[in-house]
């Protein structure tokens, strides 16, 4: 396998309810996992959106491709 492309696969428990994610490799995946294990409180938004402040930022590197 290429740690440069590998993906990691990660098992999230919400309200006792299992749910399964990728996380690509970059930087920002490395900061979060190196927060783990992770225990997130989350405030609501609109009540149907949930939302929650990390400690610290993560990195960031948006990268836009125009097509024409």
Same mark, same amino acid.
């Given at each position: 396998?290429?740690?440069?492309? &590998?993906?990691?696969?990660?098992? =999230?428990?919400? @309200?006792? $309810?299992?749910?399964?994610?990728?996380?690509?490799?970059?930087?920002?995946?490395?900061?979060?996992?190196?927060?783990?294990?992770? &225990?997130?409180?989350?405030?609501? =938004?609109?009540? @149907?959106? $949930?939302?929650?402040?990390?400690?610290?930022?993560?990195?960031?590197?948006?990268?836009?491709?125009?097509?024409?």
């Amino acid at each position: 396998m290429n740690s440069q492309t &590998e993906e990691i696969k990660i098992n =999230l428990i919400i @309200n006792n $309810k299992s749910f399964s994610a990728t996380l690509e490799n970059n930087e920002t995946r490395r900061e979060l996992v190196n927060m783990f294990p992770l &225990e997130l409180n989350m405030d609501d =938004l609109n009540s @149907n959106e $949930k939302y929650n402040y990390l400690d610290s930022n993560l990195t960031t590197n948006i990268r836009f491709e125009l097509v024409n």
